[in-house]
């Protein structure tokens, strides 16, 4: 019997498939990912960042995903389901507060919030605003009132709202609050407030309270916060951002900000720049073990694994060129 070309590309078809499927054996694999990544790690460390890739190409696919592409309204749903599982096993913790937050890192953040000019400034301007001071006004009068209300005696009390004419009620009580937001205004604007010393005891109040805060067991937190809150400011939070996508200002930050990684790291080495990003060769060989063996496992119990090899390689032992070389 003749053996034709077309048969014997047939034979180099199906021998080079089973060759190729040896090699992705579980056997084989594992040396095989580790010399293919040693491989790419030998090759990436002669190349830069802009040798693959620009600016503006990243520019581009970052504003696609950032600013264009359509969020589903399946993202909330799905927050939401997880935070209701995250919520759940949080507050069912044992653990106190100060096991999940540590006293370091609140002090931390508050020396910095008193710290940064925002803060003095942001106080000094909150203590000219008119409807803040009304508030701290109330609240003031409505504690002195109820303080008045619990010490004076029940016969004495009576008494007085039976002799005080309301007019001289109601004006005490204008005067009283007129009073307290004028105190409030000169009280916050003095800038003796925000002297270093008083900023010190401010924060031994802030660390007193913390410390009684944090004994607390995280559970007591669903008395505070509860699952539905933290989705709707999730929500709150995701509509902002749905808006503030669209506009100019933040595209202008999300090149900004491109510009300024390529401007650091666009000469620098690919194996460099993996390394100052903390992704070592141990983690890619680790992920690569991890994920590389099933998958392909699964392709070939399926099949799909020779189906694909086959796809991109018949093409070559099918074309005349080939069947030409073996005539």
Known sequence: MTTTPRDTANRLLDGLVDYLLARLAPAQLDGFLEAELDFLLEKASGYTLNDWVSAQQIQETAHKYASEMDISG????????????????????????????????????????????????????????????????????????????????????????????ERWVNSLDTRMQEWLLRRTEQLLSDPWLYRDENLDELRELVLVGWQDFAQRPVAELRDLLSSEDIQELFVIGFEYWRELRHTDYFNSLLESGVNAFFEKYGDTSLVDLLQELGVTRALMLDDARRFGPPIIEKLRQEGLLEEWLRRHLSGFFEAEETLELLN
Do not use: C
Not at 93 to 99: F, K, N
Not at 117 to 146: D, E, H, I, Y
């Open 74 to 165: 399946a993202i909330p749903e799905l927050v939401g389901d997880m935070v209701e599982e995250f919520y759940e096993q949080a507050v069912d913790s044992e653990r106190l507060i100060a096991d999940v937050v540590d006293e370091d890192v609140i002090m931390a953040l508050l020396d910095k919030v008193l710290e940064i000019p925002l803060s003095r400034q942001g106080m000094a301007w909150l203590g000219r605003n008119p409807v803040l001071l009304a508030l701290l006004a109330g609240g003031a009068q409505m504690g002195l009132k109820t303080l008045l209300h619990q010490g004076m005696p029940v016969a004495l009390r009576e008494q007085f709202s039976r002799r005080l004419p």
